[in-house]
């Protein structure tokens, strides 16, 4: 999420939302784990304003995930910042589904897909695949 400021005029990887590309950022759950709720919305949303689609890879609580929602309600501006996108696996009851298999863990962690609203549209979304249309500005 941290942006790399450098005059040299080479491509660090963070286009600025210059047309280039989609920038995805992958969060691991070890990273969002040392974080407070607040920490994890102002993350999430700090992405999200750049233009960025964020994937988590544990997701949030359903009160973080409804406090993402009443900050990114309190910064809609029409002109900068038209809301979030989200997406969420749900998390099985019992067993294991196709990752925790690969991963080897018991419990799936559940995969959180967010992005800027006027930049992703969800396709599709059912217990197994999340398919989304990212736009570039």
């Given at each position: 999420m941290a942006k790399a400021n450098s005059d040299s005029g080479a491509d660090d990887g963070n286009d600025d939302n210059d047309g280039d590309g989609v920038q995805i950022d992958l969060i691991s759950?070890?990273?969002?784990?040392?974080?407070?709720s607040m920490e994890k919305i102002r993350t999430?949303?700090?992405?999200?304003?750049?233009?960025n689609i964020v994937i988590l890879e544990e997701g949030l609580s359903?009160?973080?995930e409804s406090r993402l929602i009443e900050v990114t309600m309190a910064e809609i501006d029409p002109d900068e910042f038209t809301g979030i996108e989200i997406e969420t696996y749900p998390r099985p009851d019992s067993g294991g589904?196709?990752?925790?298999?690969?991963?080897g863990n018991e419990n799936t962690a559940?995969?959180?897909?967010?992005?800027?609203?006027?930049?992703?549209?969800?396709?599709?979304k059912d217990e197994t695949l999340i398919s989304?249309?990212?736009?570039?500005?």
């Open positions: 759950s070890e990273r969002m784990a040392d974080l407070a999430i949303l700090d992405g999200v304003h750049d233009g359903p009160d973080e589904g196709f990752l925790s298999r690969i991963m559940k995969l959180t897909v967010i992005g800027p609203a006027d930049r992703i549209q969800t396709l599709h989304a249309l990212i736009t570039r500005r």
